[in-house]
């Protein structure tokens, strides 16, 4: 018998699966095939906006993804690096293969994880309490607790125009059995949809046509782990390239839509809005002459490239047609055509904060079958339902970040509470408090936690305690320094355009809250050069920001307050008076934790709220 069973190998089920047994305990990990594990069947690359932060919190909780993204990563870039760093975000663009080679290597290797080839076609429950599941090969296995991350494999099919494949991605297998057994144990479910873009040749573009995109000239990394030699060098990192459709592409969707299969009607679930199908974007932004496209490797040969943002479920003939009506892509050979995807998720409204499922003791649900879309989004909540098995397994309280302490918090917290019609990205503006939840301090934020939950080193933990004394040494150095006019301190503010008197001193803490200084010129001046660079870099970011960050904090506190009041789950919320009908159907459905969870429902005013907050103080008495 295994204490914990992990269905589904991609990227939340390793996350799942590692977090487990990291942690010591008797895991197994069910996959439909070793040669699909960690899979990315759609983009190669991991990170991007707000998704790039998630990763580099994965990395804080000590998860995989971001070690073995660094390793196998072709390209490092750092985004929105000209706006404030409460929206920086690093991507990587990741060789498919050796990504999914390393971590193959890694779930064959791991201690106390044992890996099955197979199929599961039953969730076993007794009395709503998880028993055991049942595969088409192996039969029964037994387990304590159970984490379902089966992404896009669960009752799937794949759609290229009017022929609908009953498949999961890249022609693997799926099974409609698995849909039946959750539904038999009371779950709901839902369809949802998503696509993929063509494969090309890369020797057939003509990339004279296209605009150069390189990388960041700078070493960074999603985790804090990776070393310098561990990463592909900058100059012999590979470039993407930026092209464009045309008017021409333009027409050839507009006479094609009736053959696509969402406009078909052959399309049941919903697409992600973020992330539309080609002819979407042409129906919905009509006016549009044109739609950038990122032409991306998928691995270090640069044999295929992938054209980002072509995703569509278009027959073979049109989408020849389109392609070759791209610019650069004239001549381009399509070596795996583009299809759209639909298969069955589970209502995120039955789960819990800590991902298990309200209704059956010991079943956790995490990845995109939870409703949610993209590599990093699945890892994230992977690696938080791993935690809370393992909490549940040793009789420890559930594991919750809140939505000031994370993206994933924030993730989590909009899936159980507003629930999700759509495959759920993750945005920088879904965070109230983004500038607290920076690329630069998700270790910060997070370390303890992945220490306390036995996943961080203690060789890594006494590293970053002993780098955060740096940061607060540094920070009290520049408070307790006069910089005297006679370091050649006045020259360079008047350089920067400041005019100021020759013979003031300065105080270096203040002078490097002003625009355009910079801690490490400040530095050089005073003949200081103690402190490495990510440790000046976090100071100023810190000192540059601090009114800002000071204020988001207080206002995070303030909301916050209303999380602390926890509400009874055996409220009948048609029996509080004075609450609206909707109100009572509302939090019925979604049963909140606490009162905080309870203002964020889709359709509670606060008017709801305060009749809440009297009613529960009134059940206290």
């Given at each position: 018998?295994?204490?914990?069973?992990?269905?589904?190998?991609?990227?939340?089920?390793?996350?799942?699966?590692?977090?487990?047994?990291?942690?010591g305990k008797k895991t197994v990990l069910v996959t439909i095939s070793f040669s699909k594990i960690a899979n990315m069947p759609c983009n190669p690359?991991?990170?991007?906006?707000?998704?790039?932060?998630?990763?580099?919190?994965?990395?804080?909780?000590?998860?995989?993804?971001?070690?073995?993204?660094?390793?196998?990563?072709?390209?490092?870039?750092?985004?929105?690096?000209?706006?404030?760093?409460?929206?920086?975000?690093?991507?990587?663009?990741?060789?498919?293969?050796?990504?999914?080679?390393?971590?193959?290597?890694?779930?064959?290797?791991?201690?106390?994880?044992?890996?099955?080839?197979?199929?599961?076609?039953?969730?076993?429950?007794?009395?709503?309490?998880?028993?055991?599941?049942?595969?088409?090969?192996?039969?029964?296995?037994?387990?304590?607790?159970?984490?379902?991350?089966?992404?896009?494999?669960?009752?799937?099919?794949?759609?290229?125009?009017?022929?609908?494949?009953?498949?999961?991605?890249?022609?693997?297998?799926?099974?409609?059995?698995?849909?039946?057994?959750?539904?038999?144990?009371?779950?709901?479910?839902?369809?949802?949809?998503?696509?993929?873009?063509?494969?090309?040749?890369?020797?057939?573009?003509?990339?004279?046509?296209?605009?150069?995109?390189?990388?960041?000239?700078?070493?960074?990394?999603?985790?804090?782990?990776?070393?310098?030699?561990?990463?592909?060098?900058?100059?012999?990192?590979?470039?993407?390239?930026?092209?464009?459709?045309?008017?021409?592409?333009?027409?050839?969707?507009?006479?094609?839509?009736?053959?696509?299969?969402?406009?078909?009607?052959?399309?049941?679930?919903?697409?992600?809005?973020?992330?539309?199908?080609?002819?979407?974007?042409?129906?919905?932004?009509?006016?549009?002459?044109?739609?950038?496209?990122?032409?991306?490797?998928?691995?270090?040969?640069?044999?295929?490239?992938?054209?980002?943002?072509?995703?569509?479920?278009?027959?073979?003939?049109?989408?020849?047609?389109?392609?070759?009506?791209?610019?650069?892509?004239?001549?381009?050979?399509?070596?795996?055509?583009?299809?759209?995807?639909?298969?069955?998720?589970?209502?995120?409204?039955?789960?819990?904060?800590?991902?298990?499922?309200?209704?059956?003791?010991?079943?956790?649900?995490?990845?995109?079958?939870?409703?949610?879309?993209?590599?990093?989004?699945?890892?994230?909540?992977?690696?938080?339902?791993?935690?809370?098995?393992?909490?549940?397994?040793?009789?420890?309280?559930?594991?919750?970040?809140?939505?000031?302490?994370?993206?994933?918090?924030?993730?989590?917290?909009?899936?159980?509470?507003?629930?999700?019609?759509?495959?759920?990205?993750?945005?920088?503006?879904?965070?109230?408090?983004?500038?607290?939840?920076?690329?630069?301090?998700?270790?910060?934020?997070?370390?303890?936690?992945?220490?306390?939950?036995?996943?961080?080193?203690?060789?890594?933990?006494?590293?970053?305690?002993?780098?955060?004394?740096?940061?607060?040494?540094?920070?009290?150095?520049?408070?307790?320094?006069?910089?005297?006019?006679?370091?050649?301190?006045?020259?360079?503010?008047?350089?920067?355009?400041?005019?100021?008197?020759?013979?003031?001193?300065?105080?270096?803490?203040?002078?490097?809250?002003?625009?355009?200084?910079?801690?490490?010129?400040?530095?050089?001046?005073?003949?200081?050069?103690?402190?490495?660079?990510?440790?000046?870099?976090?100071?100023?970011?810190?000192?540059?920001?601090?009114?800002?960050?000071?204020?988001?904090?207080?206002?995070?506190?303030?909301?916050?307050?209303?999380?602390?009041?926890?509400?009874?789950?055996?409220?009948?919320?048609?029996?509080?008076?004075?609450?609206?009908?909707?109100?009572?159907?509302?939090?019925?459905?979604?049963?909140?934790?606490?009162?905080?969870?309870?203002?964020?429902?889709?359709?509670?005013?606060?008017?709801?709220?305060?009749?809440?907050?009297?009613?529960?103080?009134?059940?206290?008495?």
């Open positions: 018998m295994f204490e914990a069973i992990v269905v589904g190998a991609g990227h939340a089920g390793i996350e799942a699966a590692m977090a487990l047994a990291h942690a690359s991991i990170g991007g906006p707000a998704k790039g932060i998630v990763v580099r919190e994965i990395d804080a909780l000590g998860g995989v993804m971001p070690r073995v993204a660094d390793k196998t990563a072709l390209q490092f870039k750092m985004l929105n690096t000209t706006k404030g760093p409460g929206v920086w975000s690093m991507r990587v663009q990741s060789d498919k293969e050796a990504y999914g080679d390393m971590m193959r290597e890694l779930c064959l290797n791991t201690e106390n994880l044992t890996m099955y080839e197979d199929i599961v076609e039953e969730v076993i429950c007794e009395e709503k309490v998880f028993k055991a599941v049942r595969l088409k090969k192996e039969g029964i296995i037994e387990g304590k607790v159970c984490i379902l991350t089966t992404g896009t494999y669960m009752d799937s099919c794949t759609m290229i125009s009017d022929e609908v494949t009953p498949e999961g991605p890249d022609h693997e297998p799926t099974t409609k059995d698995l849909s039946e057994s959750l539904r038999k144990l009371g779950i709901e479910l839902f369809r949802l949809k998503t696509g993929t873009p063509q494969r090309v040749r890369t020797s057939t573009i003509d990339f004279s046509k296209t605009k150069y995109e390189p990388g960041t000239d700078e070493f960074i990394r999603f985790s804090e782990d990776t070393l310098k030699e561990e990463v592909l060098p900058y100059d012999e990192q590979l470039p993407c390239y930026l092209t464009y459709t045309t008017e021409k592409t333009k027409e050839i969707v507009k006479a094609n839509l009736n053959k696509s299969s969402m406009y078909s009607g052959v399309v049941r679930g919903v697409g992600p809005r973020y992330c539309p199908s080609f002819e979407d974007k042409v129906v919905r932004f009509a006016d549009k002459e044109r739609h950038q496209l990122f032409l991306e490797p998928l691995t270090r040969d640069r044999e295929l490239t992938y054209v980002q943002g072509f995703s569509t479920s278009m027959p073979r003939d049109v989408q020849e047609e389109m392609v070759h009506s791209v610019i650069g892509l004239e001549n381009a050979e399509i070596v795996k055509y583009a299809y759209a995807i639909e298969y069955d998720a589970v209502d995120p409204l039955q789960v819990k904060p800590n991902l298990e499922l309200k209704d059956i003791d010991g079943l956790f649900i995490s990845g995109q079958i939870l409703g949610t879309s993209g590599y990093e989004e699945a890892a994230g909540l992977g690696i938080m339902a791993g935690i809370n098995a393992r909490r549940k397994l040793d009789g420890e309280e559930p594991f919750v970040l809140k939505r000031d302490e994370a993206y994933i918090g924030v993730m989590i917290d909009d899936l159980v509470t507003k629930g999700t019609k759509e495959p759920y990205r993750l945005l920088t503006s879904r965070a109230e408090y983004r500038l607290l939840m920076r690329h630069d301090n998700a270790e910060n934020r997070l370390i303890r936690y992945g220490y306390e939950n036995h996943l961080i080193s203690e060789e890594r933990y006494q590293r970053y305690l002993k780098k955060q004394e740096s940061i607060n040494g540094l920070k009290e150095y520049l408070k307790d320094t006069k910089v005297s006019y006679d370091t050649g301190i006045n020259e360079y503010l008047n350089n920067l355009g400041y005019e100021e008197d020759d013979n003031t001193s300065h105080n270096a803490y203040e002078l490097c809250k002003r625009p355009n200084v910079e801690i490490a010129d400040i530095l050089d001046l005073i003949d200081n050069s103690e402190y490495d660079e990510e440790v000046v870099k976090e100071v100023q970011i810190g000192i540059k920001y601090e009114g800002y960050i000071s204020k988001a904090r207080k206002e995070a506190d303030r909301m916050l307050k209303m999380d602390k009041l926890k509400l009874p789950q055996d409220i009948d919320y048609t029996k509080v008076d004075n609450l609206r009908l909707e109100a009572r159907q509302k939090l019925n459905q979604v049963k909140p934790f606490t009162l905080g969870q309870a203002g964020r429902i889709s359709g509670i005013n606060p008017a709801d709220i305060q009749v809440l907050a009297v009613y529960v103080k009134q059940r206290q008495k």
